[in-house]
């Protein structure tokens, strides 16, 4: 999957700036209740590219009829914090009790 990594760590850093706060790279905030630190671009694609890898196992997982490893995607709900996602790319939306 080719991914315009530019186009998205503009993405991040808007909605970093709109969900967490106006902050330095470097600098921690929280996003659903949890510290995230804002990445610098190198650092974003590293967890863009961990993100894909885990999401495709997944899939491939689900695709298969296997059973799916929970740490997946616990691992997976990390990641997407960290990327301060709104939406996930892979899971079922979070439930807001």
Same mark, same amino acid.
């Given at each position: 999957?080719?991914? =315009?990594?530019?186009?998205? %760590?503009? +993405? ?18 929280? %996003? +659903? ?5 804002? #990445?610098?671009? &190198?650092? %974003?694609?590293?967890?863009? !590219?961990?993100?894909?890898? #885990?999401?495709?196992? %997944?899939?491939?997982? &689900? !695709?298969?009829?296997?059973?799916? =490893?929970?740490? #997946? ?20 939306? #979070?439930? &807001?009790?």
């Amino acid at each position: 999957m080719a991914t =315009d990594y530019a186009k998205e %760590f503009d +993405r991040y850093l808007e909605r970093f700036a709109r969900l967490v706060g106006d902050m330095r790279t470097g600098q921690y905030g929280t %996003f +659903r209740d949890r510290l995230v630190r804002k #990445l610098e671009p &190198v650092e %974003f694609e590293r967890r863009v !590219n961990d993100y894909l890898a #885990l999401g495709h196992r %997944f899939s491939e997982m &689900v !695709n298969g009829g296997d059973t799916i =490893d929970d740490t #997946l995607a616990v691992d997976l709900r990390a990641i997407e914090v960290e990327l301060v996602m709104e939406r996930s790319l892979f899971l079922p939306p #979070l439930r &807001v009790s």
